[in-house]
């Protein structure tokens, strides 16, 4: 009785998912039927130039800091290896801040960084994106701000303070009004810190961005 019983359970779940253990599918035929996605219908640019701004909300490892918005801006450039298919490089120009607590006061960190990313997108549809990639973040300067009531002083760090770093992103973005692309990442980033220094070079956050199609090679299929 307990046989019968599992083998009506195993056949209502098999149905329910609508698969057959003798039907699961290899990962070429898996490949084929993505290749056949509503993105492959329509036609794409090769080459496309995206200027753009991103919000910035990256905060530290350190337990004492608060991350605070900073506006930056970015120019990306996109090549199709198929209308599924992309990889993306740029510049972004990166602004990092962040709060803290110094004694009866509030001090700030204001960082800045040039930002070289490189990823492979992914374009399902005609309106969504999926993005993975790495990045290598050039450190400019800093900035600490110690603000006490109306009160505020603003000292630049020394080079040392602060160093260039490594990480990594995903994104996730839909594309609107035909030239206007809305993205949201989440990014990391990380290096060894000086012993003799307080300070971190490692941070993660998250950015919202959009960028605007400048320009776009012709189009084909």
């Not at 209502?12 to 698969?19: N, Q, S, W």
Request: a positive charge; aromatic letters at 14%; one cysteine or more.
């Amino acid at each position: 009785m307990d046989y019968y019983r599992f083998s009506l359970l195993a056949l209502l779940v098999f149905g329910a998912l609508d698969i057959t253990p003798g039907n699961a599918q290899g990962g070429g035929l898996l490949i084929q039927q993505y290749q056949k996605g509503p993105a492959l219908d329509g036609t794409y640019s090769r080459w496309t130039l995206y200027p753009g701004v991103e919000l910035n909300y990256i905060n530290t490892d350190l337990a004492t800091t608060k991350p605070k918005l900073a506006l930056g801006g970015l120019l990306q450039v996109e090549f199709r290896v198929s209308s599924t298919v992309g990889l993306k490089t740029g510049v972004h120009y990166t602004p990092i801040a962040y709060s803290y607590p110094v004694q009866d006061s509030v001090g700030v960190d204001q960082l800045r960084y040039w930002t070289l990313p490189m990823s492979i997108m992914l374009h399902p549809t005609q309106r969504v994106s999926i993005g993975l990639g790495a990045l290598y973040n050039l450190y400019n300067q800093g900035a600490f701000v110690r603000s006490i009531d109306d009160f505020k002083n603003k000292t630049l760090y020394p080079k040392a303070h602060f160093r260039n770093s490594f990480g990594g992103f995903v994104q996730v973005g839909y594309h609107f009004l035909q030239k206007c692309y809305a993205f949201l990442n989440y990014r990391w980033a990380a290096r060894s810190n000086l012993p003799t220094l307080s300070q971190t070079n490692t941070s993660s956050g998250f950015q919202l961005g959009v960028t605007y199609t400048l320009w776009a090679s012709k189009k084909r299929r």
